[in-house]
């Protein structure tokens, strides 16, 4: 009936999170490649479901039982939201998040078997 969204996210792999010269930890390079872009993005895919349905944020807010300040927040692309209230929104608007990892380096850990069966359904 309503078109759904996927959101993908850059894998670890393809930020850059090496280790400064210091070695106080990992750094961001660039702020295009912290969360603050990704929370734009999703809030404005968000939005975008929402109107495409024709529903406001309260209708929103009500039916998820969070507040309209939230999903405000969460439409303006504020990064510090907590996530649950956040895929709970995203599933009633029909977002479908798609879960990326880093592919696993060929020598896993020693007691970690290399023949893990899937998590798809």
């Known amino acids: 009936m309503f078109p ?7 894998s670890h792999a393809e930020r850059d999170t090496t280790m400064n010269s210091d070695r106080q930890g990992p750094r961001m390079l660039e ?8 929370a734009r993005r999703f809030g404005a895919l968000v939005r975008a479901q929402r109107k495409a349905r024709g529903l406001r944020q309260e209708d929103v807010a009500s039916a998820t039982g969070v507040g309209r300040r ?3 927040d969460m439409e303006n692309g504020k990064p510090t939201l907590r996530i649950g209230p956040a ?3 995203a599933r009633y ?5 798609v ?10 850990p020693e007691g970690i078997p290399d023949d893990l069966p899937s998590l798809e359904d």
């Open 4 to 10: 759904t969204g996927n959101m993908s996210f850059p």
């Open 31 to 38: 702020p295009e490649s912290s969360g603050a872009e990704d």
């Open 70 to 72: 939230y999903v405000v």
């Open 87 to 89: 895929l709970m929104i």
């Open 93 to 97: 608007l029909g977002i479908v998040p």
């Open 99 to 108: 879960l990326q990892s880093p592919p696993l380096d060929e020598d896993l």
